[in-house]
């Protein structure tokens, strides 16, 4: 997709009520596209509408729901589809989760992908389409304080693969990127982890953050999807405030 052909496409992103979502449904809105956002808080994406204007439509419902999914392609066909929507884990190590607490990415990350993925590759979306799907650094390098996160966050950048291969075997022509972004304490997810590691550490969140070099920004995840959207790239590609990384 051109960044013409962006400009007055349709574009859905899950997650935009806030974070790296909503920074992305932004982006997006600049660029001309015609945005679906879809989140639980109503009020929240009203606010995202005031800021954004008419180019951002609102949908609360969860991601993870499959008739959300089919219903949500079905009525505005997206060229582009944003999966950013994500659980935050409960921060505590390993034996002080439930086997609820430890799964809970799994239920609303990985089904959201699995869902929407699926309805992608059904539809079909059109030739030139794309869809993009957050996982995590944390799916390579694990995450001990996140209960199943890392591995929930593996399994999504392993339903992009296969789904790019059903799109090639299939000769649909629908593009599937995994991004896997450093944690940061710039969004409410991430800040929650970023005090819990540093307790483990022993350390306050200014000194934590100090040994992490540059925090990743909303703005910054928000131009590199729309770098992503607008590119030929696929596969995943490793996000910090650098920049992007192809993952091989
Ligand atoms: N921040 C980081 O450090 C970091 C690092 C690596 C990967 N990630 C990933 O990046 C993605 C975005 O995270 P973020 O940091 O921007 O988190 P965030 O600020 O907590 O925002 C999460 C967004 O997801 C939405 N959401 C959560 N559950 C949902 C559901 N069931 N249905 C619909 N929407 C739902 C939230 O809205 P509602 O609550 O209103 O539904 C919100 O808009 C996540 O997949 C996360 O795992 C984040």
């Given at each position: 997709m051109t960044t013409a052909q962006l400009a007055g496409s349709t574009a859905v992103v899950t997650?935009?009520?806030?974070g790296f979502g909503k920074a992305i449904a932004s982006a997006l809105v600049q660029a001309g596209a015609q945005v679906t956002g879809v989140a639980r808080d109503g009020a929240r994406l009203e606010g995202v509408r005031a800021e954004l204007g008419t180019g951002f439509t609102p949908v609360a419902a969860d991601a993870a729901d499959p008739v959300v999914a089919g219903h949500v392609i079905d009525q505005y066909q997206p060229r582009l589809l944003v999966l950013a929507a994500g659980a935050a884990p409960l921060s505590r190590p390993l034996h002080q989760q439930t086997w609820q607490s430890f799964s809970r990415v799994w239920e609303v990350d990985v089904q959201q992908v699995f869902h929407w993925t699926r309805e992608a590759l059904l539809r079909p979306l059109a030739p030139g389409s794309a869809v993009i799907a957050f996982s995590s650094g944390a799916a390579l390098f694990g995450s001990p304080l996140s209960g199943g996160y890392a591995g929930a966050k593996a399994t999504i950048r392993f339903i992009t693969q296969y789904a790019a291969d059903e799109s090639q075997r299939g000769g649909l022509g629908i593009r599937f990127v995994a991004v896997l972004p450093q944690l940061t304490p710039e969004t409410e997810l991430g800040a929650a982890a970023v005090a819990a590691y540093a307790a483990r550490e022993g350390m306050d969140v200014p000194s934590f953050l100090a040994t992490r070099g540059l925090s990743l920004t909303p703005e910054q995840a928000g131009k590199a999807v729309l770098d992503l959207a607008v590119g030929t790239g696929h596969g995943a590609y490793l996000l910090a405030a650098a920049g992007l990384k192809e993952l091989q």
């Open positions: 997650g935009a009520s806030r």
